[in-house]
């Protein structure tokens, strides 16, 4: 079993940035491959960016993608998304999840453990 804890949501302007946090406890977090996603509301959920176990590849949505970077830090057990130029569309919940297998763009059934969401909402 692996606990995922997320934060740094918030509210922001559009054009500014965020840094979420996704702690996790159990298993050795080195064993999970991480990766982030976000639920707009009335939307489904959709994947935002997935980093293998040793931090060496990476892989984002289109949507974000040159603006958003995922990162981990495997000595505090944490993965990061820092989020730049936000928009009002990136307003969603955002979850972390870990997995077992990276491939690149994860579906939610790739996934294996969730956290329970942070909110980011981006004001116009």
């Known amino acids: 079993q692996v606990q995922l804890v997320e934060s740094g949501g918030g509210l922001v302007q559009a054009g500014g940035s965020l840094r979420l946090s996704c702690e996790a406890s159990g298993r050795p977090f080195i064993s999970y491959v991480m990766g982030w996603f976000r639920q707009a509301p009335g939307k489904e959920r959709e994947f935002v960016a997935v980093i293998n176990r040793s931090g060496s590849s990476t892989y984002y949505a289109a949507s974000v993608k040159g603006r958003f970077t995922i990162s981990r830090d495997n000595a505090k057990n944490t993965v990061y998304l820092q989020m730049n130029s936000l928009k009002p569309e990136d307003t969603a919940v955002y979850y972390c999840?870990?997995?077992?297998?990276?491939?690149?763009?994860?579906?939610?059934?790739?996934?294996?453990?969730w956290g329970k969401g942070t909110l980011v909402t981006v004001s116009s």
């Open positions: 999840a870990a997995g077992t297998y990276y491939k690149g763009y994860m579906k939610y059934s790739d996934m294996d453990y």
